[in-house]
T-cell receptor, first 111, second 111 residues
């Protein structure tokens, strides 16, 4: 059964460094999403992406964040200058019609 | 502001017993309501999805109900198994792009 994959599973970085989180959505899906979940808190929407552009973004998704679909398969989330409070699980999701399928997540730890 | 509230925050049940989780929402306009199961350190996995016109949906031992008038939903787990130990998240969609997540109910099933 096709699934959303994410790499790496765990990323440790120093504050101020740039990180790129990678996702491979399910191949025929057209809508792509990033969410984050700070430890012990609820999942929060970051951004949605359709037709090679951002459809909607939350207030969390500020200028430090960017998304890209550099080729036909990958969907990336870049954080330009990480802060301690960026430490969280980051989930990618994709959908074709109605239901979003989530990846296993990348745990980002900012030291 | 769109909000999704879940109760209880956590519960412990004995293997084989039933339990019911609650979700109240104030999301508008309402598109659909989903229940997800999230194992520790993993991405959410969809259990059920219900639109405005549906008031019950089952997926194996999981049965979800929806009362769109009172904006309430429940998830009933029948004959619980150890593998049901997880966080169960109620997610309400206000449209195509953004999902509003509840904080989840942590269920622990004990032998």
């Amino acid at each position: 059964e096709p699934e959303v994959t994410q790499t790496p599973s765990h990323q440790v970085t120093q504050m101020g460094q740039e990180v790129i989180l990678r996702c491979v959505p399910i191949s025929n899906h057209l809508y792509f999403y990033w969410y984050r979940q700070i430890l012990g808190q609820k999942v929060e929407f970051l951004v949605s992406f359709y037709n090679n552009e951002i459809s909607e973004k939350s207030e969390i998704f500020d200028d430090q964040f960017s998304v890209e679909r550099p080729d036909g398969s990958n969907f990336t989330l870049k954080i330009r200058s990480t802060k301690l409070e960026d430490s969280a699980m980051y989930f990618c999701a994709s959908k074709v019609v109605n239901e979003q399928f989530f990846g296993p997540g990348t745990r980002l730890t900012v030291l | 502001k769109n909000q999704v509230e879940q109760s209880p925050q956590s519960l412990i049940i004995l293997e084989g017993k039933n339990c019911t989780l609650q979700c109240n929402y104030t999301v508008s306009p309402f598109s659909n309501l989903r229940w997800y199961k999230q194992d520790t350190g993993r991405g959410p996995v969809s259990l059920t999805i219900m639109t405005f016109s549906e008031n019950t949906k089952s997926n194996g031992r999981y049965t979800a109900t929806l009362d769109a008038d009172t904006k309430q939903s429940s998830l009933h787990i029948t004959a619980s198994q150890l593998s049901d130990s997880a966080s169960y998240i109620c997610v309400v969609s206000a449209g195509d792009y953004k999902l509003s997540f509840g904080a989840g109910t942590t269920v622990t099933v004990r032998a």
